[in-house]
Each structure stands twice: as C-alpha cells, then as structure tokens.
C-alpha cells in the first residue's frame, strides 16, 4: 500500500524483554516499599496503579525493569496471553517475568501507534496461533511475538492514527470514571440508610422473601450444534463483574433453551455467580430477558417490597459472608437453597420510597453510560481494523 511498509514488530524495537522473577527478585510484600510490581492478573483486569502489590528491588534492579513512558507491556503465560496495557507516564514500578515490555524507538514508530496494532483483531488471530505450552498453562515466546507484522505508515500519520483512537478511549474512560462515582455514590447511601441508619423495628426476613423468583440456570449440551449460535444472550460468571449485562459471549438457540435447565429470567434480574472462587458473590443486572449457566443465581425482585437496586446493593454489601460461607472441597459454591435463605431486612415502605427515589436515578445514569460505553467501543473497535489495515485513511 502507498506510503506504507510491511515490517515485524521486532524491526520498531529498542528492546523486549521478559521481568524479574516474582519469588527472589521481585517479591511481592506486605507493607508500602514505595515501588509496586505490575503482574500478570493486573494487566488481565485493568487494575489501577494504586491495586498493583508493593515490591522490594534493589536499586540496579529497579533501574533495570522501571516502567516508563510509552513502554508497552504483554502478558507472556497463563490464560491471557497477548493482553497488553500501555504506560502513560513514568512510575515507581517493575514488572514481573509474566510480562514483555516492548520498548519502541520513536525514530520508526510511535508507541501509541504499535500499542492500538496490538488491539486488532489480527493480532489476537496470530496470538491464537503462536500460543504453546501444556493446556493448564500455555506460554508465548518473544521471539514469536516479534515476528507479528504490522502495516507502518509515516510518522505523521501514526500520530493521526493514534490520535483519532486516543479520543475514542479517552471518552470511554471519562464514562468509566463517571460510573465508579456514581456505584460509589449507590453504595455510600446505601450504607447509610440500611446499615448506619438501621431501625430496630426492621423486620426480618430472607432473600427469598424479597424476591418472586430465585432460581440458577443451565447449560444447553455442547455437542449439539443445534443448541448454539442462536439469538439469546447465555451469560457465563465470567461476564459478571458488577455490572450491566448486555450482550453475551455466547448465544443460545429456543431449541437449546426448550433441552435444557437454562432458564429465561426478564431485564432488571440480578443475576450473581454462586459457584467457583474468585468468581463467587460477581453481580450483573440483564438488561434483557436472558439466560445464563448453572454457576450463576438470578433473583427478580418483588417491586412491591423492595427493588433490584435495593437487592444488588445488598448482595454486593454481603460480598464478604457470602464468600466466608461458600462450601466445596474442589471448588468454593454456594446453592440456591442459601441464596434463599440468606438472612435479610424489610424496611418500613416510606424509607424504602424515599431510597428508591434517591438511588434509581444514579443506577439509570449508570446504564445510560454503560450503553455510550458499549457503543464508542464497538465503533473503536471497528474504526481501529479498517486504520491500520489502510481501508480507512486520515487526514493529517
């Protein structure tokens, strides 16, 4: 394509190379050491800087693995290979030998540049494809990351290039910043109406008596093509992270729906993973009448006690016990029977009027945004294919 060359990524590198060992050079510990160690599950969760784990280093060590401005940072084991995260600024961290960092020159590319290639849908393909090792723990070796080729366009218009995509993530996370205040904002009354503010007078009851159906879900048999790739979302505890749910990974046909004990639950059912740690006690609320897998619980809420607002806060606020009274040797659980039992409260009907007219505006705010989010990332996505393949050129 005019203008533009067809190079491995190793070609654009000053350096790749793996971190420090997490037990004798790099351990995390307890106490603030003033230096954090970027890990492979910080990287697969997005955790902010201050959730990373402190280290001690020595001071040759530190100087060696610092993370900096524009370094690019890849999973290189376990279940997330190839995800990556860009650094923005230079911070008092390392990285541990989970991890690549890239470090790019800037006289053939820009960072930003090589880190949204790194997003496409061709890279993940080619991930897919060098991934090895044993099926518990498949690995990549640098060397095969290197040889990934990219489209390389002149510098000025990487700039364009990244500039465009950096607008869209930057809207998206200025709505994900918005959403954390908000849920914070939920908890916070929350806490203070039902927990600091509690009256004594408060019935007592249990989850069930909140709710006009408690039930788990199922999973239609995967050797029957037939059952899948339909058009009803089917959530996996995966996709539970507090959230709203939208669309799911998985789609289920009526005939898999109709050969199953997957059930369907309305929108507005919360929906809470009961099975395996760490996934126990994850929230969702559907969106829209959908199923889900027999390691999760949905709860519809009775509207003439209580809300689904009222449920989720009070779930997520019991994370703790729930998680402290799951039983299993192989795997950590919870049955429906105690997510029926669970003990609870019925407030008197004005606090709970007066709670609902103060919280269900902040969770509505929160969908309203969860939907922008979901769209501006459909149309990053989308938009990022077509720029580095050249389908789409930029102005400059």
């Given amino acids: 394509m005019e203008n533009r060359k067809i190079i491995e990524i190793g070609e ?5 190379n793996t971190g420090l060992d997490a037990i004798k050079r790099a351990p995390i510990v307890e106490y603030d050491s003033g230096i954090k160690c970027l890990r492979i599950q910080d990287v697969s969760q997005s955790k ?17 693995f610092q993370l900096k401005k524009g370094d690019i940072i890849v999973a290189r084991t376990g279940a997330t290979i190839g995800v990556n995260r860009f650094i923005n600024e230079d911070i008092n961290a390392v990285f541990n030998n989970g991890l690549i960092k890239l470090k790019v020159n800037e006289n053939k590319c820009l960072p930003k540049y090589l880190f949204y290639n790194l997003q496409s849908y061709n890279y993940w393909g080619y991930i897919d494809g060098i991934s090895g090792g044993t099926s518990t723990q498949p690995n990549m ?20 290039i990244a500039s465009v995509l950096s607008s869209l993530d930057d809207k998206i996370d200025l709505l994900h ?3 954390q205040t908000l849920e914070a904002l939920a908890e916070t009354l929350f806490r203070q109406w039902f927990i600091e503010e509690a009256k004594e007078d408060w019935e007592d009851c249990t989850i069930e008596d ?3 159906k408690i039930n788990s879900g199922g999973t239609p048999s995967t050797k029957i093509d037939s059952y899948y790739n339909g058009n ?9 992270n507090d959230n709203f749910l939208f669309s799911s990974n998985s789609k289920i046909t009526q005939e898999g729906l109709d050969n ?9 059912t919360v929906v809470i993973a009961i099975y395996a740690a760490p996934t126990v006690g994850r929230l969702g609320i559907l969106t829209e009448d959908s199923a889900f897998n027999q390691a999760a619980c949905g709860l519809v809420a009775n509207d003439k006690i209580c809300s689904k607002e009222f449920l989720y806060l009070y779930l997520k606020n019991q994370r703790v016990e729930l998680n402290l009274m799951a039983s299993g040797s192989a795997q950590q659980n919870l049955n429906v029977g105690k997510i029926k039992s669970y003990p609870c409260f019925v407030p008197d009907s ?6 609902k007219f103060q919280v269900i505006p902040l969770f509505s705010k929160v969908l309203d945004n969860s939907k922008q989010i979901q769209t501006l990332t459909q149309i990053r996505d989308t938009l990022l294919s077509k720029l580095m393949s050249g389908e789409v050129r930029v102005k400059m």
């Avoid at 199953?260 to 507005?268: E, M, N, Q, T, W």
């Avoid at 004005?350 to 709670?355: A, N």
């Fill in 350 to 355: 004005i606090t709970m009027e007066k709670f």
């Fill in 260 to 268: 199953s004990s997957a059930k369907i639950f309305p929108a507005g």
């Fill in 12 to 16: 654009i590198l000053e350096k790749a």
């Fill in 141 to 160: 070796q640098i060397n095969a990351l290197l040889k990934y080729e990219i489209q390389l366009p002149p510098l000025p218009e990487q700039k364009a």
């Fill in 210 to 212: 909140l709710c006009i």
């Fill in 48 to 64: 902010k800087f201050e959730d990373w784990g402190f280290t001690e280093v020595s001071e040759n060590n530190f100087g060696k």
């Fill in 177 to 179: 910043q918005q959403n």
């Fill in 232 to 240: 009803i979302n089917w959530y996996s505890t995966k996709e539970l």
